[in-house]
């Protein structure tokens, strides 16, 4: 059972990326999706989650409006998209994947208690 992010590098402000989050050993489309960042000296932050019971869309404000996240199921894989990008948004990226239903994925945020797998973060570098 794996998670990979990938996709992370260096982009002046205003730019995009696109992370990806590759699973294998397990079908993703089962699970709830989640992207968490982590700055140096910051905690881990939750930026946005993908239920697995309604497709339903949750973001950190920070990000809300900015970010996207979606999933392609056939390929086993997840994304979130970044627009706009700014300095304050650089940070590791990690990908998780949650089986249980529950809060930890709502309007409230994105929480890391409930999910059981984890990726390997990517770093995202916004400067110019």
């Known amino acids: 059972v794996q998670l990979q992010a990938s996709g992370g590098g260096l982009v002046q402000p205003g730019g995009s990326l696109r992370l990806s989050c590759a699973a294998s050993?397990?079908?993703?489309?089962?699970?709830?999706i989640g992207w968490f960042r982590q700055a140096p000296g910051k905690e881990r932050e939750g930026v946005s989650c993908m239920r697995r019971s309604d497709g339903s869309t949750y973001y950190a404000d920070s990000v809300k409006g900015r970010f996207t996240i979606s999933r392609d199921d056939a390929k086993n894989m997840a994304y979130l998209q970044m627009s706009s990008l700014k300095p304050d948004d650089t940070a590791v990226y990690y990908c998780a994947a949650g089986l249980s239903s529950g809060s930890y994925c709502s309007p409230s945020g994105t929480y890391s208690y409930g999910f059981d797998y984890w990726g390997k973060g990517t770093q995202v570098t916004v400067s110019s």
């Open positions: 050993g397990f079908t993703l489309e089962y699970y709830t």
